[in-house]
């Protein structure tokens, strides 16, 4: 090969270089713009995170109300009250208990035994949940009673009786009466409202007498 073609060669391969070179400079710094220039990828904000909210307790449901009583079982709660007075009243005098108490205890033998017989002449009676609770506290307080002697049983027999007279009061007025429909009915409950209040009061005074509990 003579010198000539030589460097003819030469002189290409240098300028062929020098070109492949400077094209891969120029990709290079094309990439970097187009790096730099590329918007940026927006970021995603964490989703909210929300907190299970817990749901309201319900609200207690109300009892139903207590069903209104019928006169009849309104007559046989009087009934209740009259022969619980009696076996109290029997009570006391096998206790042989001082003679004011005595007298109490008689009257109210008297006077409820009249009542309980003029409440039968109506022919009114009916059951109820009202009678059974009352039956079986009248059967735990005699028993309790019981258990008592001399001037302790005569202090806690004129204080049940003042607290059994309050309540049978009350349950006259709140729950008897307003289930008289009858004339009648009406009347007998009305007069046993009174020797009831009329027990009340001389009981309490007997129970001043002795000592108020």
């Given amino acids: 090969m003579n010198r000539a073609l030589k460097l003819s060669i030469a002189i290409a391969m240098t300028l062929s270089a020098i070109t492949g070179c400077k094209r891969n400079d120029d990709e290079k710094a094309a990439a970097e713009v187009a790096r730099t220039e590329a918007p940026a990828t927006p970021t995603t904000p964490p989703a909210e995170t929300t907190t299970a909210t817990e749901a309201p307790a319900p609200a207690p449901s109300t009892p139903p ?13 009087v009934g209740a009250v009259d022969k619980h007075e009696i076996q109290a009243a029997e009570q006391a005098r096998s206790k042989k208990v001082r003679r004011d108490v005595l007298d109490f205890a008689n009257l109210l033998h008297a006077e409820h035994s ?15 949940t009202e009678l059974t609770a009352m039956e079986e506290k009248g059967r735990a307080g005699l028993a309790e009673l019981d258990t008592k002697t001399g001037t302790a049983y005569e202090k806690a027999y004129v204080d049940a009786m003042v607290k059994g007279h309050e309540e049978a009061l009350s349950m006259i007025d709140t729950k008897l009466l307003p289930a008289a429909t009858d004339d009648n009915v009406r009347t007998f409950l009305t007069n046993s409202r009174e020797h009831v209040a009329m027990h009340l009061e001389k009981g309490k005074a007997l129970q001043a007498k002795m000592g108020a509990p």
């Fill in 114 to 128: 009249k009542n309980l017989e003029a409440g039968q002449k109506l022919g009114a009676t009916e059951t109820s």
């Fill in 65 to 77: 109300a207590a069903a209104a009583l019928t006169q009849a079982q309104a007559v046989t709660l």
